[in-house]
């Protein structure tokens, strides 16, 4: 009873360094899906699978990029890391239909410094 | 644009007291508003669904109310409890269907 697994759970970068966030999931889920969240800002979307071989963007995608490797893990990945990315970073899956559920892992916990 | 407006004040009630949240959302047409909880340090956790034709539902201490017209949801807890101190997130899915787009939350504070 996994659920959502991300790795790792805490990280610090310095600026311009590079790392990918890894996230699986063993639900058999279609959807999958990166959020940050801030202080103040809520949860906002960065990017999502819709299925298995699609991807598109969220509210806030610049400086990521994402690979939905196969149905079950979608990584995310900093190619050159800034302070302002600092912040708590969940992956989240659903069945992907109108209305599914989310399940989220635990988050992984950024510092860029 | 479209926006979910939660009060950005934590609110602070007595335990056995009932909690009300609200969620006002803009440039929606929701067929479908989720409430989830998240505790300190972990990912949210779902808690409730309620589809655009009804009105109210209901788990255990937890209610929820859906008004379309007003674009607004409410959720309450009743006879609150310590436990219950969390943040609450409420969330739609876009227009699109496939991002689910959350509130800032409110933090919810029952103290004994």
């Known amino acids: 009873n996994a659920g959502v697994t991300q790795t790792p759970k805490f990280q610090v970068l310095k600026t311009g360094q590079s790392m990918t966030l890894q996230c699986a999931q063993d639900?058999?889920?279609?959807?999958m899906y990166w959020y940050r969240q801030d202080p103040g800002m809520g949860l906002r979307l960065i990017y999502y699978?819709?299925?298995?071989?699609?991807?598109d963007k969220g509210e806030v995608p610049n400086g990521y990029n994402v690979s939905r490797l196969n149905k079950r893990e979608f990584s995310l990945r900093l190619e050159s890391a800034a302070p302002s990315q600092t912040s708590v970073y969940f992956c989240?899956?659903?069945?992907?239909?109108?209305?599914?559920?989310?399940?989220f892992g635990a988050g992984t916990r950024l510092s860029v410094l | 644009s479209q926006k979910i407006e939660q009060n950005s004040e934590a609110l602070n009630i007595q335990e056995g007291k009932t909690a009300t949240l609200t969620c006002n959302y803009t440039?929606?047409?929701?067929?479908?508003l989720q409430w989830y909880r998240q505790d300190p340090g972990r990912g949210p956790v779902f808690l409730l669904l309620?589809?655009?034709?009804?009105k109210e539902k209901r788990k255990e201490r937890l209610k929820v109310t859906f008004d379309t017209t007003l674009k607004q949801s409410l959720f309450h807890i009743t006879a609150s409890q310590p436990a219950d101190s969390a943040t609450y997130l409420c969330?739609?899915?876009?227009?699109?269907?496939?991002?689910?787009?959350f509130g800032k939350g409110t933090s919810l504070l029952v103290t004994p």
């Open positions: 639900m058999n889920h279609n959807s």
């Open positions: 699978s819709a299925s298995e071989g699609t991807t």
């Open positions: 969330a739609l899915y876009s227009n699109s269907g496939y991002a689910l787009n």
């Open positions: 309620i589809r655009e034709n009804e």
């Open positions: 989240a899956s659903s069945g992907g239909r109108p209305g599914d559920i989310q399940y």
């Open positions: 440039n929606y047409s929701p067929a479908y």
